[in-house]
């Protein structure tokens, strides 16, 4: 048997670095370390083929094309010019007027062609099939299982995939979340068509499921019975894996911002928040829930780390005017793993709000280096952190404060298990761990479609 992982999006973007592109560039580099009897071959599907993937990492730019890459630059800058018209947008007199707003959106998307005209040109007139060096096409075979690990949601390969299953491969779906379906209000319209339309495809075409948590597996399971059926379901397999905790891009002896440095040279005590920003990451909660201590003349700062998502702008503006901006309230939006890797080594706990998460990679990080962790009661940190962390209610701000007084008061951290006694995967054992369970259920499936054919056999003899 062959496991395909696939990785398409990770290869045509290697340079993001949320949870979903953490997670499949992790499990890349992990396959060639791990011992099993299942040969783990990564691929991206593009352009109506299969490739085997031979370097996840972009080449050195000696290798590119100068086409290549000033489209590179193009789209760098294209980005950014939309990054400075959301933050011009939420100021005076622009956030006060409909009518101005519409104005400065119009001639922004006219100043916008200066970019996109160009990278259209280029996209035209260069080749887009990947350097031979990354990628190299591969025939695949009946047999084959092909392990959905990437965000394929916004995929075109749809299309490829059926071919495929309809040749005899096997399709299996990592499941990361549901919250564009459970959750929709924390998620951009667009999204939760595209990913409502994906699981019904998924639902229909997968052989298995394996998900990132058990609890988000229960969840999976009652949503593919829910849209094909119990019976249709009961002939899928239903598992999941866990995450790993080492931050794999961060560069030895890298120079910190001298403003992180800063923040942790002090005495006062600094308590971390590790996601991108946006609704149902939830921290206005940190800022309702720290206000109550700063009013009691607490040291305690706030450090919320992590780029600027969607859905946000009331929240950014409130952090950009807050009088304790850079006094106790601290924000960084570009750190890279270095400066993330520092700040969990000095912080003096993580604080991670969410309303619902599919795992919450950054407490597992934070946790393995030692650096407690306070989190909303949801089901899902207590299936990763047991009693190992500390929980808070999600409806009432002071239940946070009142963690971090208790632990600046008596200098115990308010959990029911010391952390000490805690240990978490690393990467190499999760990636073994999706690897195992997935192989493991293909066979249990393959040894049971043999019997049923063996069954058949017999009965038609008879």
């Known amino acids: ?9 990770v290869f045509e973007h290697p340079n993001d670095n949320s949870g979903i592109q953490r997670v499949v560039r992790n499990v890349i580099k992990q396959l060639p370390n791990i011992n099993t009897s299942v040969e783990c071959i990564p691929v991206m599907m593009q352009a109506g083929e299969v490739h085997q993937v031979l370097s996840l990492a972009p080449l050195p730019t000696k290798q590119l094309s100068w086409m290549h890459k000033l489209r590179v630059k193009l789209e760098h800058w294209r980005n950014r010019f939309w990054y400075l018209h959301a933050r011009v947008e939420r100021h005076a007199p622009l956030r006060y007027s409909h009518a101005l707003r519409r104005v400065f959106y119009v001639l922004c ?4 062609l200066g970019f996109s005209i160009p990278i259209r040109l280029l996209d035209r007139f260069t080749d887009d099939s990947p350097a031979p060096e990354r990628a190299v096409v591969m025939q ?5 299982q092909l392990l959905l690990l990437d965000s394929s949601w916004h995929a075109d390969f749809f299309p490829l995939a059926e071919r495929l299953k309809r040749e005899g491969v096997g399709i299996i779906s990592v499941v990361y979340d549901l919250i564009p379906l459970t959750h929709p209000q924390f998620c951009d319209a667009g999204l939760v068509k595209v990913f409502d339309r994906w699981f019904d495809w998924i639902a229909q075409t997968a052989d298995g499921f394996i998900a990132i948590s058990s609890t988000i597996s229960e969840q999976v399971q009652a949503e593919v019975s829910r849209r094909i059926g119990d019976a249709r379901a009961a002939s899928r397999w239903f598992d999941h894996f866990h995450l ?9 002896n890298k120079k910190l911002e001298s403003k992180l440095l800063k923040l942790f040279d002090g005495d006062a005590p600094v308590y971390l928040m590790v996601s991108t920003i946006e609704p149902r990451k939830n921290h206005a909660y940190l800022l309702d829930a720290f206000e109550l201590l700063w009013q009691k003349g607490s040291p305690a ?3 919320i780390i992590g780029k600027v998502g969607w859905k946000c702008d009331a929240l950014i503006e409130r952090i950009e005017s807050h ?3 850079n006094q106790r309230l601290f924000m960084f939006n570009e750190l890279d793993d270095a400066g993330l890797e520092y700040a969990y080594n000095h912080s003096r706990a993580l604080v991670f709000p969410s309303y619902v998460e599919g795992f919450g990679l950054p407490l597992v990080e934070a946790m393995q280096r030692g650096l407690p962790a306070m989190a909303s009661a949801i089901p899902v940190f207590e299936e990763i952190g047991g009693g190992y962390m500390a929980y808070f209610e999600l409806d009432r701000p002071a239940s946070l404060a009142e963690l971090v007084e208790t632990f600046e008061q008596t200098g115990r951290f308010p959990a029911a298990q010391d952390l000490q006694q805690w240990s978490w995967l690393r990467w190499n054992d999760s990636t073994r761990q999706l690897i195992e369970r997935t192989a493991a259920h293909v066979m249990r499936a393959n040894s049971s479609d043999t019997l049923l054919d063996e069954f058949d056999a017999k009965t038609h003899s008879a």
């Open 323 to 325: 009088p304790e901006l």
């Open 1 to 9: 048997m062959r496991l395909l992982v696939e990785c398409t999006y």
């Open 244 to 252: 790993g905790s080492e931050l794999d891009l961060v560069v030895a």
């Open 301 to 303: 700062c706030l450090c």
């Open 140 to 144: 695949c075979r009946k047999g084959d």
């Open 109 to 112: 998307r006219l100043a916008g």
